[in-house]
């Protein structure tokens, strides 16, 4: 389950604040869409920021406690719950690839991209894998608490889970969510972005949600961070993410035959000027943030 062919290029981690992170998922799917290089990239949230999940409400945030404690919200073209990043505990990735290149089916292209997800993990002796059963939910509007499904939900830790060929694992210990991850098509595009858990911050984690009916401790019993699995820092689970989608794309040496891959990729000018204009007119506009789509907000 190899990346398909074509020219492809590397962003490595760059801190931005959550409406630039957004904007620029969705222009590198519109260059991936023009013709341009198909992108994967990791990305660190600069400052903290709740991601609303597209359709979540947003009378489930509690906006004073995110403007006390500095934290950005913004609103993201995918589904799903909210969730809190911050520059330590979360390490972000994005993948946007021509929509013709990758499986029509959304479960099948899901599985595709969250392949180099997946090895990352296994890079760092962390036994991940989907989830073998289902999960009931703690708390609907975050992400990591909500039900946890065979399909497409990552855990870690321990037993009851399998991998990305479907062979069971089993290291003896609970397992827990490690990883949010989400997808959407735009012009002609995939873009699939995830957030991996490096250390659980229930607390400010919780405190950007409107009194949710679970306690820190119950967070932790659901959410799991790669520091408490592996001995690592987050510079090495970071270098493993980048070498996994390096392998997913171009193989483990050189360039696989038909795919070239620009290591040390960067935006353009006009990838940047475009990006800016959609934080303006999009991930930072209150008519987005704040308005849930189909009541008022398109």
């Not at 013709?35 to 949230?45: D, L, S």
């Not at 509690?62 to 390490?91: K, P």
């Not at 795919?259 to 999009?282: C, F, N, P, Q």
Request: proline share 6%; aromatic share 8%.
């Amino acid at each position: 389950m190899t990346a398909p062919a074509g020219d492809w290029r590397l962003i490595r981690e760059e801190p931005r604040p959550g409406p630039m992170q957004m904007a620029l998922d969705e222009v590198a799917a519109e260059t991936a869409a023009a013709g341009g290089p198909a992108t994967v990239r990791t990305y660190r949230w600069d400052p903290s920021c709740l991601s609303l999940g597209y359709r979540q409400d947003p009378e489930t945030v509690d906006w004073a406690f995110c403007e006390r404690e500095g934290i950005d919200v913004t609103r993201r073209q995918t589904g799903g719950g909210g969730i809190y990043h911050d520059g330590r505990g979360d390490i972000a990735y994005s993948i946007a690839v021509p929509a013709a290149d990758v499986p029509g089916e959304l479960l099948d292209c899901y599985h595709l991209l969250c392949k180099p997800v997946l090895d990352a993990f296994d890079r760092l002796g962390i036994d991940a894998g989907y989830v073998e059963e289902e999960v009931p939910e703690l708390y609907h509007p975050a992400c990591y608490l909500r039900e946890l499904h065979p399909a497409h939900d990552v855990v870690a830790g321990g037993s009851g889970g399998s991998d990305a060929s479907g062979d069971s694992v089993d290291s003896g210990d609970r397992r827990r969510k490690i990883a949010g991850n989400a997808q959407y098509r735009k012009r002609d595009a995939v873009i699939q972005h995830g957030s991996l858990t490096f250390s659980v911050e229930a607390e400010r984690h919780l405190g950007t949600f409107a009194d949710p009916p679970v306690t820190p401790a119950e967070f932790r019993d659901r959410v799991v961070g790669m520091d408490e699995l592996a001995d690592i820092d987050r510079a090495d689970a970071v270098a493993a993410v980048e070498a996994a989608l390096v392998a997913w794309v171009a193989g483990e040496g050189d360039d696989r035959e038909g795919v070239a891959l620009d290591r040390d990729g960067s935006w353009t000018d006009a990838e940047l000027r475009r990006a800016e204009e959609l934080v303006e007119t999009k991930y930072r506009d209150e008519g987005w943030v704040r308005t849930q789509p189909g009541n008022g907000h398109a």
